[in-house]
């Protein structure tokens, strides 16, 4: 039991180690030139405008927890089209049901105009 | 694959929880492509059609003694879950008839109500037979996010809006809870299957390790949130005032029949260790049935009245959870648990048919621009609404346990179950306390009855018929199962 906990601290140490270490040795090495840009938000080159803290229109939400829908039936597909040719029809009808019902979804969401920018 | 006779059996246990959900696709399909949003009789019709089909489904279902199981043994086919069922399907019936007068009235006439509560409803009938605690927390968020929706569904009141999100931060807190103590139970005995628990537990010898008593003492505070035991019942009567009242009915009733459901589930699997949870429910039980009772005396506004009520309530409910260990009496094998579970499972019955048929009053009052929930609304009710404050009487006679109606009967059998099992101190507080709470039960009567009307005939409202039919069949069950509870029996297949 207590060799399994060491395992965990001793991963913990180097992992801990790791960071502060290539910090260190990065600090000794690398020249230093403070310059007011390097303290930007980087926002992909283009210069930030007004505040991060501010209201965002709330259909980000929608498309967020519509892509999180179709990610997870991703991540359920991939296992069972590795194990479909041993489970047979079953799996076949079983997936059917299960995209069916996110298409469901996915339609009622359509339908309800949650997927179109005003 | 699977063995065709397993996958039949499987569907077969789970068939009324799928009519509810197909109905909730039905419904909101339907109302963004066929009915287009125009005929808004047809969703709380469907809704209806659907929970009755599922109550046939589940009536019909074989009875079956406790053992049989399906999906691997996580699901239970016994006569708690089919029971506790058939109170969900009443319970939706109810607030389905109260929702269609409701929303009309208040201008919130969606389909995505209907579809909220049938998707919430197969939750909590997942939740009643549960034998998995992973299952039990799946059935309850299930639960929960759709009780969420409906506390927040009258979207530009803020009282609704802090009722949705105080709801949701908390139950959320719950569910958090729950699951950590969930974790701890699996690591104390290597399962989250509540009939392995059981084994598991009173095979092992010995006083139980710190591991699994911070796991029940965590189950026990998740699942009080949910179910508002005091002194985990903050949010109840905020939430209960702030959420549409259709939505507070349905909240009230089937909230409390999953919670404890799964918690005559879960105390019923942990009775090998019950010398170490039992005198924190004795505790709980007792502070909840004091507290609740207290702190209704002074509520002016009749749903945070009805709340408090609810945690009152749901404080007698936990005397029949402190019974069931019992399950020998000084060394004689003792019917307390089987007294227990029956006894609660009636009492959670005459809970949904009193609460709901209260909560449907103050529906059939409100209009448009005028939500009744002030007790001084109902002054003078007997003259102007007979038939209302009339029902309302019953209803509060029975919350207060008066016979010859449901509640006092309820209060009876688990009174019986509390003695049989040898809790007498819980029976004497739970006795005391029903009489404290008469007065407040009564004061409404007083008002309804005694007190003249302060203000100009208000507009009838739009539409009643839905509201004055569940005040009708809550009514007419509440004085007719009071008068022959065996009937209920006989009709659910309860009892012994």
Redesign the interface.
């Known amino acids: 039991m207590s060799e399994l906990y060491l395992t965990f601290a001793v991963f913990g140490a180097v992992a801990v180690g790791f960071v502060c270490v290539n910090l260190f040795i990065a600090r000794l090495a690398r020249p230093s030139a403070p310059n007011p840009d390097k303290l930007e938000t980087y926002e992909c080159g283009p210069l930030p405008v007004g505040e991060a803290w501010q209201q965002f229109n709330v259909h980000y939400y929608l498309f967020a927890l519509l892509f999180v829908v179709f990610e997870v039936e991703a991540a359920f597909l991939y296992p069972w089209a590795v194990a479909y040719k041993q489970?047979?029809?079953?799996?076949v009808v079983e997936m059917l049901i299960f995209v069916a019902?996110l298409a469901?979804g996915l339609?009622?969401a359509w339908?309800?105009k949650a997927i179109e920018w005003e | 694959m699977p063995d065709k006779s397993v996958i039949i059996g499987d569907m077969q246990a789970i068939l009324p929880m799928i009519v509810l959900w197909v109905t909730a696709s039905v419904i909101a399909l339907g109302d963004v492509s066929l009915w287009k949003r125009g005929n808004k009789a047809i969703n709380p019709l469907l809704a209806i059609v659907g929970v009755l089909v599922a109550f046939k489904f589940l009536v019909n279902t074989p009875r079956v003694a406790s053992g049989a199981t399906a999906f691997a043994k996580s699901l239970a086919i016994d006569p708690l879950g089919q029971i506790s069922g058939i109170a969900l399907l009443v319970t939706a019936v109810l607030s389905i008839l109260l929702a269609w007068t409701y929303l009309k009235n208040r201008g919130l006439d969606h389909a995505e109500y209907y579809v909220l509560l049938l998707l919430s409803l197969t939750g909590a009938m997942m939740m009643a037979s549960a034998n998995d605690l992973i299952v039990l927390f799946l059935g309850l968020e299930i639960l929960s996010f759709g009780l969420y929706v409906m506390a927040g569904f009258a979207r530009t009141e803020e009282r609704s809006e802090e009722a949705s999100v105080k709801y949701f931060l908390l139950g959320a807190f719950g569910s958090a809870f729950l699951l950590y103590g969930i974790a701890l139970v699996y690591g104390a005995t290597q399962s989250t299957n509540l009939e392995q628990i059981r084994a598991t537990l009173s095979s092992s010898s010995g006083a139980p390790g710190p591991m699994l008593l911070a796991g029940i003492g965590l189950l026990i505070v998740g699942l009080g949130f949910k179910a508002a035991i005091v002194p985990f019942h903050q949010w109840t009567p905020d939430v209960y005032e702030g959420a549409p009242t259709a939505a507070t009915a349905y909240m009230a009733g089937a909230a409390k029949i999953g919670a404890f459901a799964a918690m005559l589930r879960v105390f019923g699997a942990l009775t090998p260790v019950a010398a170490s949870w039992l005198p924190a429910i004795q505790i709980l039980a007792i502070v909840t049935m004091v507290f609740g009772n207290l702190l209704a005396v002074t509520q002016t506004n009749v749903k945070r009245l009805l709340a408090y009520s609810s945690i009152a309530h749901a404080g007698y409910l936990l005397v029949a959870i402190a019974a069931l260990p019992s399950e020998t009496v000084n060394g004689i094998a003792s019917n307390a648990p089987d007294l227990a579970v029956g006894g609660a499972l009636f009492y959670l019955f005459a809970y949904v048919f009193m609460t709901l048929g209260a909560f449907g009053v103050l529906v059939y009052l409100s209009s448009k621009g005028r939500d009744v929930q002030h007790v001084n609304d109902l002054r003078g009710l007997a003259k102007r609404e007979p038939a209302a404050a009339y029902a309302m009487m019953f209803f509060m006679l029975s919350l207060g346990g008066i016979p010859p109606t449901m509640g006092f009967m309820g209060k009876w059998q688990i009174f019986y179950a509390a003695v049989t099992g040898q809790q007498i101190m819980l029976a004497i507080v739970m006795a005391l306390t029903s009489a404290m709470a008469v007065y407040y039960y009564l004061r409404v009567v007083w008002v309804m009855c005694f007190e003249e009307t302060t203000e100009a005939a208000a507009p009838e409202p739009v539409a009643r018929t839905g509201a004055m039919a569940a005040i009708m069949l809550a009514a007419a069950a509440t004085i007719v199962f009071g008068i022959a509870p065996n009937l209920l029996n006989a009709i659910t297949g309860m009892g012994p």
């Open positions: 489970v047979g029809r079953y799996a019902i469901a339609g009622y339908r309800r």
